[in-house]
């Protein structure tokens, strides 16, 4: 087993993971978009379960090295975490809500993980949020560890959720206004200022 075809077959399982759910992969699926042998897929990975931890593992690598090389080239904390909503406005868009609920009622060991990654979510936002008041853009009286837990809380139900389809709202819409909102709530004057930049930089220069 190649070091390729092993990445191969997590990229795909990954692919098939966010847009149908666990439940509605299968084994015979993944090796057929890898164009392999179920054989040679087993030598690589066991059984399901082991595949698909494998692959959120992965996917939290990944998020991980991409905020970090946001914040690292980032003027301030407010532009660092507009451009990190940009990117999960991306992958909330590509992610069935069947992925979420499928991990949580299918393979709970691995929800749990997921969990953990959630937790230190709320750590690291709570910290830029600490550190974007130094930066003045926000409110001092805010504490930190608790509008990061209400923020995270607040989109992990927005996506375990289907019951805005019955109002006609679009998921990504309200993933906008959420965290737009936020931002702006914990915001100082200097901090909407940089809000309105964030989403209007062409009036910067007018």
């Known amino acids: 087993m190649t070091t390729d075809t092993r990445e191969r077959i997590i990229q795909e399982c990954n692919t098939m ?11 015979d699926d993944v090796a057929r978009a890898c164009g392999i042998s179920k054989r040679t897929l087993y030598e690589a990975f066991p059984d399901k379960r082991t595949l698909i931890r494998e692959c959120v593992h992965r996917q939290h690598q990944i998020k991980n090295a991409e905020v970090k090389e946001i914040f690292e080239t980032s003027n301030n904390c407010f532009e660092a975490m507009y451009r990190v909503y940009q990117r999960a406005r991306e992958v909330y868009k590509s992610t069935s809500v069947a992925f979420i609920n499928d991990i949580k009622r299918l393979y709970p060991e691995i929800f749990d993980k997921h969990m ?52 006609g709202f679009k998921e990504a819409d309200l993933f906008d206004h959420v965290f737009i909102s936020f ?19 062409q009036t910067e220069n007018q």
């Open 17 to 27: 993971l966010i847009s149908v759910g666990p439940s509605s992969m299968t084994m």
């Open 116 to 167: 953990e990654s959630e937790k230190v979510t709320v750590n690291g936002l709570a910290n830029v949020l600490r550190k974007a008041q130094e930066e003045g853009l926000v409110i001092k009286r805010i504490n930190p560890e608790i509008a990061a837990y209400l923020f995270v809380l607040s989109m992990r139900e927005l996506h375990e959720k289907a019951s805005f389809n019955t109002f």
């Open 183 to 201: 931002l702006r709530g914990v915001a100082t004057l200097k901090g909407i200022e940089m809000v309105d930049y964030l989403e209007n930089p």
